[in-house]
């Protein structure tokens, strides 16, 4: 027999604010309310799914009074019900109040987290609201209720797989497989033990697809990855194991994916797997501002942390004497290194291989040593933050003259900035956001630092008071 659907309760709240997840945040009782699809200043009728003692989540089911940075959803996947896509969060929001938010979610954290402040916030950076992402993680699942095969974002909330033909943030050219890798799919003999395809798009148009098989392909597979490669002019790779087990099926293919950064007549080549920023265009804004605010001279030897392939380190390279990159990945530091030949750049870099995470005062003084000083750092760290090379620099009396910060994560940006600020006497000189990933909730940031005498007392600073706009 059949269950009778639960029926949510309905409530009416006034939306304050978004939190970090781009939902509307009220109160309601004396609990916080999070309600999805909600902006600030609206009234809305929400059903609650989620009740706790000190906070409730629901959706917005009735928009009762409309914010005025309300629009109208470009994507026909995006929506709040059931089966729409959860690839977005935001597209009911205004792109240009988007970042606006975004950047009041970076100094809310700053100071609730940090209790820090810039002195200046730069202008935020922009990139193309839509087709922007060149990288993506589709979900495969062979689901005979919806007549065969689906390939996309998961929907809203939920282990399902949307039914999308069309996304309006992958680049038009990755659009357009959608529905092809559909009938691929359906077509394998392994079609029950293809879970994902992860797609990434080259900054000169190369698509690559790798596809994530359980068990070996048969030769009749084989075969229609082939034909699929020939037809829509995409390399296609196969994964068996982990990301590093990836392989071509034409060696052709290894260096056919390219990150470019024109602005430095740098071009990095790529694996599908790398890690690289998704938004390319927004990447060579956010590599030219980072290089422009460290302020970098022919004369500097400059230290790049979390370097990954070098999208940093190579730009730097042409504008320094020296740069070193350290990344925790051995193989990362090898293909840094041929990066770095292939741009003309050997003689200018070096690449270090070091578990950053147990970065300690003496590895600084003894890369301090190496480069015959340093005088500019750049740290790019995954979402875990840069804690013990926070720390490093907060402790040391070799201290670079100028320190650019890159984030992917306001909450650990605050915590490193704080330690370097209360405890070493770094000054918080600028910071702001950039537009990474429109449409989403997720906020990329940059923060500019400079040192200064070690504080006697901790800031007093008001979380009311505003920095200056730059």
Not at 267 to 294: C, G, W, Y
Not at 453 to 468: C, I, M, W, Y
């Amino acid at each position: 027999m059949a269950r009778t659907p639960k029926v949510l309760e309905k409530f009416t709240v006034d939306i304050e604010s978004l939190d970090q997840d781009g939902r509307g945040v009220a109160h309601r009782d004396g609990k916080a309310v999070f309600v999805e699809g909600a902006l600030p200043g609206e009234t809305v009728i929400y059903e609650r799914y989620r009740d706790k003692p000190s906070y409730e989540c629901g959706r917005a089911v009735q928009i009762l009074k409309e914010s005025s940075m309300r629009v109208k959803p470009y994507c026909p996947n995006f929506g709040l019900e059931p089966g729409c896509c959860g690839g977005c969060a935001m597209q009911h929001l205004d792109p240009n109040a988007q970042v606006a938010i975004k950047q009041r979610v970076m100094l809310d954290a700053l100071w609730h987290i940090g209790k820090v402040k810039p002195e200046m916030i730069l202008a935020p950076i922009f990139g193309p609201f839509w087709g922007y992402r060149h990288r993506a993680r589709l979900t495969v699942r062979d689901v005979a209720k919806k007549g065969g095969v689906l390939v996309g974002f998961h929907e809203r909330s939920s282990s399902y797989v949307a039914d999308m033909t069309e996304c309006k943030i992958l680049p038009k050219p990755v659009s357009d497989l959608l529905v092809p890798l559909r009938h691929l799919i359906e077509s394998l003999s392994i079609r029950q033990r293809l879970p994902q395809v992860e797609v990434a798009m080259g900054g000169n148009g190369a698509i690559a697809l790798v596809f994530r098989v359980l068990e070996q392909p048969t030769q009749a597979d084989l075969a229609a990855f082939e034909a699929f490669s020939l037809e829509y002019g995409v390399s296609v790779w196969l994964q068996p194991k982990g990301p590093d087990s990836c392989y071509p099926m034409h060696e052709t293919d290894l260096t056919a994916l390219k990150l470019e950064l024109p602005e430095f007549g740098v071009h990095i080549a790529f694996k599908p797997t790398d890690f690289t920023q998704v938004n390319h265009r927004l990447n060579e804004t956010m590599v030219s501002r980072a290089i422009h605010l460290l302020d970098v001279h022919p004369e500097h030897h400059v230290a790049d942390f979390f370097c990954g392939l070098g999208n940093f380190t190579l730009p730097l390279a042409v504008r320094a004497q020296k740069v070193v990159g350290i990344e925790g990945s051995d193989q990362l530091v090898e293909r840094a290194r041929a990066g770095a030949i292939e741009n003309h750049l050997g003689d200018k870099t070096q690449f270090v291989a070091r578990n950053l995470f147990t970065w300690n005062t003496q590895d600084w003084d003894n890369l301090w040593e190496q480069m015959g000083g340093i005088d500019r750092v750049l740290i790019d760290p995954p979402r875990e933050g840069a804690l013990e090379v926070a720390r490093t620099l907060a402790a040391t009396d070799k201290r670079p003259a100028r320190l650019v910060y890159v984030s992917c994560n306001p909450a650990t940006l605050a915590r490193d900035c704080a330690i370097l600020h209360h405890e070493g006497g770094w000054h918080i000189r600028m910071a702001g956001v950039m537009n990474m990933f429109p449409h989403t909730a997720h906020v990329e940031s940059m923060a500019v630092l400079e040192p200064g005498p070690k504080p006697e007392k901790k800031d007093e600073l008001s979380p009311d008071e505003s920095a200056p706009s730059v």
